[in-house]
């Protein structure tokens, strides 16, 4: 029998060597790494999430380069699932490129597809697309979520638009190559825990030039969206757009100057419930600002304006993603848009 | 800057190295970076409140200097008692003020007066309650001349600011801390795998077990709690009970683990509290530093058990509700501090009654008896500090019952899922003991443990900074 203080327990530290700590640090480090080189190895992202599939797909597409009087469409999820390639190209005449991937890359990681189209390709294409729904102006990405897009490590510094990651950022994007199963915890946690570690990509299918098919709608779900993106918008602290997105819009109309190619800035679909918020008006008006004043100093960049496409949640999946009947109707408008300013040349 | 967020390992990664390369003979300038870095880590949350931590570092440096040089009875009350008054109330300024203005108001607008009473509406500097608790134990001691007064003011400042355990403790003690920051320190390899460990673990227990935990707990009792029923109650307070416990032992842990790497020795805070066999033995192992300042510094001077029962009692009491109003400025804090008052008075009471110590000597089988029966009243303490009104508490009291409903079910599987370690380390430390049990492994055991539990927090630790719930105390 004990009594109650001969009951707490103690930390009793024993006489161990360096050599011996060493050791088991070593150890542990080594299972870490070989047990996150072989979780990568034998589920890769694009096997195992719909966004990593999309995500390895679009990179594939962007490093096969563009045709040099094409049009290719950049942007977030809104302009992936509303940007029919197929709609553009009878439209408009020309090959197109739907390079649009997710709002959590920013415009930054949005630009490094087209950077990635770029350097592949033996001329520049005729016209760049940029479709970005609002909250991905109220996003930020950090290095771990920069490093999905499979960009070399050593080339994140050099890419277009190049805004100079800060040490943290570059940090984390070597950790999440590193360590995947922390970058892509989300996967790797639902697979554990479902047992399911491969996707059927036919419930999710990306089109061969890139345009991909949201197959169902999810009403009920727009509106609570729509309410977080308001949040999200509103806590937005510091400049709108933010310093990063400043710079890497900036960096894109550059580009677009130096390579002699029309870049064309376009709101992505929407909830007409959400664009009837004032709070989202007032966050576009200043992201819209923005953009004419770049543009306002560049030949070849141009906003699309014209109004909001806005849509009802009966062919939404969240505010901003649409359903393949409505992406053509919007995909025929931007069209038009397009057509009004002169685009392609 | 929290423990949690990328920021800190890049931090203590540079803090680290120059710690290490200034070696221990340079201990004061290793001192002089610690309390640079010191001030770096509390002013990233909001560099105006680094003024509070100077402001009661002078008062306290300046007063323990002062007592020091004098003999003079008198004039030794008039300055601890300057002291306390000037930390208390700065304390009392940022933290209390507006509660009890509320609470009067409440109060007067109850009699069916109308108040209109001026609040500060101020925000609560991090970790005010931890320093201001730790430079007072420096004033008291001096005073009682259980300490010398410390002529490093270099010293003193980083004894206040040390950013290992600034936030949310432990509580240091003085004349713990302030020998091992006027000495070189020896960083021993035990030292640092008993450190690498306590950090390791201390990050599972927060990111993974404390994090998952809460998002069990938290749409329970925040959005849902009026349609709980069957088992829902239980799985939302066990949630906090889990969340609440690995949330601030992990902290300390962290904290324990940092100060072992730079060859620092913290109090233990945390003692497996919830193997203990009743109220008292719970607060020799629940936030061990907070309980024995109280002791210390509130229960003794109010005369502790020298007194009658009665005086006994009531003096326990006091020092528990005093205790919960430390933890927050809310009734609900005041009323947990109050119930294991009672739990205390009762023990202590049956303990007189039978002329029986409640420490006693106990076997096996009555060591778990008592620890199963005991957490009954320890669940119950959870659930008054963590619902926000009587009608919460008295809803969970009043809907629980044995019904499995899918709701609880999925709690207490998502519960089981990340609390099994915990459960597993925990009866390692309690059959040996010994809270660095692990280290008891074979070496390539020891290894594939820290392993698994650094892939545990990749895979599953839950990612947005969460902050520790014990920083807003």
């Not at chain 2, 020091?68 to 008054?85: E, G, K, M, N, P």
């Amino acid at each position: 029998m004990a009594t109650a203080d001969e009951r707490l327990p103690l930390e009793r530290e024993r006489a161990v060597s360096a050599r011996s700590v060493a050791f088991v640090l070593a150890i542990a480090a080594a299972l870490v790494l070989v047990v996150n080189a072989a979780a990568i190895r034998r589920s890769p992202a694009a096997t195992r999430s719909f966004d990593g599939r999309t995500v390895a797909v679009k990179w594939d597409l962007a490093s096969k380069g563009l045709a040099s009087d094409g049009i290719v469409v950049i942007g977030d999820s809104s302009g992936n699932f509303a940007v029919s390639t197929d709609v553009l190209e009878a439209e408009l005449g020309r090959p197109a490129l739907n390079l649009c991937t997710y709002g959590r890359f920013e415009v930054l990681g949005a630009g490094w597809f087209l950077d990635r189209a770029l350097e592949t390709s033996e001329a520049p294409p005729s016209l760049v697309v940029v479709v970005l729904g609002s909250r991905t102006y109220a996003l930020v990405a950090d290095g771990f979520t920069l490093a999905q897009i499979p960009a070399p490590i050593g080339s994140w510094s050099d890419r277009v638009p190049g805004v100079g990651l800060g040490p943290l950022d570059a940090f984390q994007l070597v950790c999440a190559r590193l360590f995947p199963l922390y970058a892509q915890h989300k996967g790797f946690e639902l697979g554990l825990r479902k047992r399911r570690w491969t996707i059927d990509p036919s419930r999710l299918p990306i089109l061969e030039r890139g345009t991909s098919k949201l197959p169902f709608a999810y009403p009920d779900g727009v509106a609570p969206f729509a309410e977080k993106t308001v949040k999200e918008l509103v806590s937005l602290e510091g400049p709108v757009p933010s310093v990063r997105d400043r710079r890497s819009l900036a960096g894109l109309v550059r580009d677009a100057d130096a390579r002699g190619y029309d870049v064309v800035f376009a709101d992505g679909p929407v909830w007409s419930g959400l664009a009837a918020r004032p709070e989202h008006a007032e966050f576009l008006a200043r992201v819209h600002a923005y953009l004419d004043e770049i543009c306002a100093g560049s030949e070849r960049a141009h906003r699309l304006t014209g109004g909001l496409q806005t849509f009802e949640p009966d062919v939404m999946e969240n505010p901003f993603h649409l359903t393949a009947p409505a992406a053509v109707r919007f995909s025929t408008e931007l069209a038009q848009r397009l057509q009004a300013i002169g685009v392609p040349r | 800057m929290q423990f949690n967020s990328w920021i800190f390992p890049l931090f203590f990664a540079v803090v680290y190295a120059l710690y290490l390369a200034l070696g221990a003979r340079r201990y004061r300038l290793q001192n002089g970076l610690l309390l640079v870095a010191s001030y770096v880590f509390y002013g990233y949350w909001d560099p105006r409140f680094l003024a509070l931590l100077a402001l009661s570092t002078a008062v306290d440096f300046v007063i323990g200097k002062r007592l020091a040089s004098t003999d003079d009875s008198r004039r030794r009350v008039a300055l601890v008692t300057t002291s306390v008054v000037v930390n208390l109330g700065v304390l009392g300024s940022f933290k209390y003020f507006d509660f009890f203005i509320e609470s009067a108001a409440a109060f007067v607008e109850a009699l069916g007066f109308t108040a209109h009473l001026p609040t500060l509406r101020v925000v609560l500097p991090v970790g005010i309650s931890f320093y201001t608790f730790q430079t007072l134990s420096y004033t008291i001691d001096v005073y009682r001349r259980r300490m010398p007064a410390t002529n490093d003011i270099l010293g003193f400042a980083l004894f206040v600011s040390f950013f290992p355990q600034l936030v949310a403790g432990p509580i240091e003690r003085a004349a713990r801390l302030l020998p091992q920051i006027e000495a070189p320190r020896k960083i021993t390899a035990s030292k640092v795998e008993a450190g690498v460990w306590l950090l390791i673990w201390g990050y599972f227990k927060k990111t993974v077990i404390a994090d998952q935990a809460a998002l069990v707990a938290n749409p329970l009792f925040d959005g849902q709690w009026e349609t709980l029923h069957g088992l829902e109650p239980l799985a939302a307070v066990l949630a906090f009970t889990i969340h609440i416990y690995c949330d601030f032992s992990g902290y300390s842990d962290i904290a324990r683990g940092l100060a072992k790497l730079m060859g620092f020795e913290f109090l233990l805070n945390f003692r497996l509290p919830y193997l203990a066999t009743g109220p008292s033995d719970f607060w020799a192992r629940w936030h061990v530093s907070l309980s024995t300042w109280l002791r210390d510094y509130l229960y003794i001077p109010l005369g502790g058990n020298r007194g009658s029962r009665a005086r006994t009692y009531a003096n326990m009491f006091v020092v528990m509700a005093l205790g919960g109003l430390w933890h927050g400025a809310a009734w609900p804090y005041i009323l947990w501090g109050s119930y294991h008052g009672v739990l205390l008075v009762c023990e202590r009471a049956v303990a007189d009654v039978r002329g029986v110590d409640p420490r006693r000597d106990l076997s096996a089988v009555g060591e778990w008896t008592r620890i199963v029966l005991f957490w009954p009243l320890m669940l119950l303490g959870m659930a008054i500090v963590r619902c926000v009104s009587v009608d919460q508490f008295w809803h969970l009291l009043t809907h629980q019952s044995f019904e499995l409903t899918p709701r609880a079910s999925k709690g207490f599987a998502d519960l089981a899922l990340f609390t099994w370690p915990l459960v597993i380390v925990q009866l390692a430390q309690h059959s040996t003991k010994d809270l660095l049990a692990p280290l008891r492994l074979p070496l390539p055991a020891r290894g594939i443990l820290f392993a698994s539990l650094i892939l545990g927090m990749m895979v599953f630790g839950v990612r947005e900074p969460v902050e520790f719930f014990y920083f807003q105390f």
